[in-house]
C-alpha cells in the first residue's frame, strides 16, 4: 500500500522559508511518475503548487514558480518542498501526493503550516 | 490560470441523483481528457473519485460517473448516501506551463 508522510515546522515566521518534506512508503520513487505538492488554506479551495519527476525535473504553479523549490532525494524515498519569502497568505495545509498520468492517486494526510511572528 | 468554475453547493435526498458542473477553457478541460474529481470529508485529504474524465479508480463504487462536454466536466452521483456528503473539487490538466488546475470546490448535501 503507497503511503505518504509530510513533515516540518508547522509554524514559520513571515520572510522566512517553508521547507516540508514527504517520505513514500510502499513505492520506489524511482520506479517512477510525477510526485506533487497541493496546498489548501483554511476554508478554501485546493490550488497545485508544483510536480518533480523522479529524475529530477520540475514543473511549478506560475503564480508561485519565483519561491518554489521541489527537489528529491531517491536514496531516502522523499522529495521536499522550499517556499520562500512567506508571508499569511501561504499559511495552508500542505499535502504532498504521487501523480501518476494527469491525477493524483495517493495523497499524504496533510500538515497544516501557519504563517505568524 | 484561473480556477475552474464548480458551484458553490449542491444537494440531494438519499437516493436521488446530483451532479457537480466544472467549467474551464480550451486550455484546460476543453483542450485535454484529464479531468479528475476529488472527495474530501472535514479534516481529510482529499480521494480520487475520477480521472481522465470517466475512468473509476478500483474501489470506487459505479454510483460516481463523469463525463465531459466542451470546456464543461460534470461528475454525478447516483443514489446519494449519507456518506457522499463532502466537499468535491474538479481539477484538468492545463499543459506543460500550468500543469494542473483545480476547481473552486462543491460542497454536496444529502438532506
Redesign the interface.
Known sequence: QVQLQESGPGLVKPSETLSLTCAVSGYSISSGYYW?W?RQPPGK????I??IYHSGST?Y???LKSRVTISVDTSKNQFSLKLSSVTAADTAVY?CAREP?????Y????TLVTVSS | QSALTQPPSASGSPGQSVTISCTGTSSDVGGYNYVSWYQQHPGKAPKLMIYEVSKRPSGVPDRFSGSKSGNTASLTVSGLQAEDEADYYCSSYAGSNNFYVFGTGTKVTVL
Open positions: 506533487g497541493i479551495g485546493l490550488e497545485w508544483g510536480s514543473y504553479n506560475p503564480s499535502y498520468g494527469y491525477k493524483q492517486d495523497w499524504g494526510q496533510g
